[in-house]
């Protein structure tokens, strides 16, 4: 069974920085693409930022280019979201998810419980 568990959230100031980490276990990262997402109360989950399974690809939803870097560790079976000049309406609960079946760069299937990100003004 996959394990992804979150960690690296809390509560900045607005200009600040966060790196969120995401280590899972049961399986390794290599071969699989890596992801990002973020929901707001209320709202849809959305991606935030994507990473392929070499890490030479990566997609960044537009509220976030110029402000977060995903990387990864595949010795350290580990993603990282890297976030700078954080504002308000980042705001939300953060998960890390990867596919099934390697080499595909959608239907996720495993999640992490989330961590919560609160910048405030």
């Known amino acids: 069974q996959v394990q992804l568990v979150e960690s690296g959230g809390g509560l900045v100031q607005a200009g600040g920085s966060l790196r969120l980490s995401c280590t899972a276990s049961g399986r390794t990262l290599t071969g699989y693409a890596m992801a990002w997402f973020r929901q707001i109360t209320g709202k849809e989950r959305k991606l935030v930022a994507q990473?392929?399974?070499?890490?030479?690809?990566?997609y960044y939803a537009d509220s976030m280019k110029g402000r977060a870097t995903i990387s990864r560790d595949n010795a350290k079976n580990t993603v990282y979201l890297q976030m700078n000049n954080l504002k308000p309406e980042d705001t939300a609960v953060y998960y890390c998810a990867t596919p099934e079946y390697p080499g595909t760069t959608h239907d996720f299937a495993y999640w992490g419980q989330g961590t919560q990100v609160t910048v405030s003004s």
């Open positions: 990473i392929s399974w070499s890490g030479q690809t990566t």
